[in-house]
């Protein structure tokens, strides 16, 4: 396989900025029968599928054949014949003219199941992150990441409904950078800078809670941010769109446990680790470590993905520490190369 030149991903990010748009205007004609429910209980369209399919020809394409870990697969809307119909029709709306087989070979492609730290260059693509948010018109975003020796390197998530409508990119090294959906060539990008001063003792810390949260959950989420020492207001927002709104300075505390759990898929939140911390904020986990995201398929290293603006984090990462002590769950399992 060969090495993906880090210069020239303004072309994914270019990808990705046509595939939100695409995403977006086919949210507005999505037929009920297009909406699939899984064996799990959540939700898959054919929008998903089709734009699995789209954002993996296109990147084929630009940057030849290299290893993909990603959501959908031929399970996720297969033998639902409506929704595979709406697929299809929407693959011939944005120019796919691949048959049957080169649907079927795009969609076995995502289906890496190795350790990225393992091979030069993996993609990581959740094509619609929050697909409930998607349905309900709240909160989605379609989500890639470059991993090079299991690093994130390469960032572009699309928040159509963040900030008016932005794409987040980022580069190593490079700073994270908005970009308005609606300006084709013409929008003029925007870095992303978050403040490291700790917020004053009278602020309010704005913590984001997922869209249908329970009331233990809301409580639990409260507790964090009053941990800071100061008074704490809620936002709700699921899928990367939570960290996308620190990064914007929309919020100050976004996190995910995976609990009792296996550990929580990687298309989930590579993007957003590489994102966020080339915005400046603090991204890690209990214990203050990284996240691993080269160890296969699931953050299968870490217990918690913590996002924190304003020099919180250590702060948060010890209230959630103290949780899993409680809760007798076990603290992160450190890989070794």
């Not at 700073?175 to 009278?202: F, N, V």
């Not at 809670?209 to 008074?231: C, H, N």
């Not at 995976?258 to 957003?272: E, S, T």
Request: overall charge negative.
């Amino acid at each position: 396989m060969h090495r993906i030149d880090l210069e020239s991903l303004d072309l994914a990010a270019d990808i990705m900025h046509d595939a939100t748009n695409l995403a977006v205007a086919a949210r507005r004609g999505l037929p009920p029968e297009a909406i699939v429910q899984k064996p799990d209980g959540s939700v898959v369209t054919a929008v998903d599928v089709a734009l699995q399919i789209y954002i993996l020809s296109e990147l084929e394409e630009a940057f030849g054949r290299i290893p993909v870990i990603a959501e959908e697969d031929h399970h996720s809307i297969g033998g639902k014949l409506a929704a595979e119909a709406h697929c299809r029709a929407l693959l011939r709306e944005w120019g796919f003219d691949g048959g049957e087989s080169e649907i079927a070979r795009l969609l076995s492609s995502g289906q890496f199941d190795g350790r990225a730290r393992d091979v030069e260059d993996v993609w990581v693509l959740d094509p619609i992150d929050g697909t409930q948010g998607f349905v309900d018109h709240q909160h989605w975003c379609p989500c890639l990441a470059l991993l090079r020796r299991g690093e994130p390197v390469f960032a572009s998530n699309g928040h159509p409904t963040l900030a008016g409508g932005v794409l987040l990119s980022a580069v190593a090294g490079e700073g994270c950078w908005s970009y308005p959906l609606d300006a084709g060539d013409e929008g003029e990008p925007t870095r992303c800078s978050i403040g490291q001063d700790l917020p004053a003792a009278d602020a309010v810390v704005r913590v984001v809670a997922p869209s249908r949260a329970t009331d233990k959950q809301k409580a639990a989420r409260r507790a964090v941010g009053e941990a800071t020492g100061r008074p704490c207001a809620l936002v709700q927002a699921d899928s990367q769109a939570k960290y996308g709104l620190v990064i914007l300075g929309e919020a100050d505390i976004a996190y995910s446990r995976r609990g009792g759990g296996p550990g929580n898929y990687i298309w989930d939140h590579a993007g957003a680790v590489l994102l966020a911390r080339e915005a400046g904020a603090w991204i890690g986990d209990v214990d203050e470590g990284p996240i691993e995201c080269g160890l296969g398929r699931r953050l299968v290293a870490n217990s918690a993905v913590i996002c924190a603006a304003r020099g919180l984090g250590p702060a948060v990462a010890r209230v959630l520490a103290e949780r899993d002590r409680e809760e007798h769950l076990p603290p992160p399992r450190r890989s070794h190369a």
